[in-house]
Nanobody, 124 residues
Framework: QVQLVSSGGGLVQAGGSLTLSCLVS????????MAWFRQTPGKEREFVAA????????YYASNVKFRFTISRDNAKNTVSLQMTSLKPEDTAAYYC?????????????????WGQGTQVTVSS
């Protein structure tokens, strides 16, 4: 069973930067595609970014592309999300997710394990 522990959330002013991290344990990290999703109260969880298990391919939601960067360190069992030029609309709980079987990495159904979420609040 794989476990995900997210960290790095907090309060930041608009235009600022923040980096989220997700530490993976319990299974071989390099066997999993990884992603970040986010959710605000009353809304569906939405895709933010994904990275394949090799790290060779990345995918982004259109509203974060060129501002957010997903990366992974297979030696440290960690996936990160570097967020820059943050906007108030980026305010959400951010969730790390792991996919053993892969597939459509933009969809929630591809992921079998989720982290606990870390709150990001961007003030205007």
């Amino acid at each position: 069973q794989v476990q995900l522990v997210s960290s790095g959330g907090g309060l930041v002013q608009a235009g600022g930067s923040l980096t989220l991290s997700c530490l993976v344990s319990g299974q071989t990290f390099s066997n999993y595609d990884m992603a970040w999703f986010r959710q605000t109260p009353g809304k569906e969880r939405e895709f933010v970014a994904a990275i394949t298990r090799s790290g060779l391919s990345t995918y982004y939601a259109s509203n974060v592309k060129f501002r957010f960067t997903i990366s992974r360190d297979n030696a440290k069992n960690t996936v990160s999300l570097q967020m820059t030029s943050l906007k108030p609309e980026d305010t959400a709980a951010y969730y790390c997710a792991a996919s053993r079987l892969g597939g459509n990495l933009r969809g929630q159904s591809a992921y079998d394990t989720w982290g606990q979420g870390t709150q990001v609040t961007v003030s205007s």
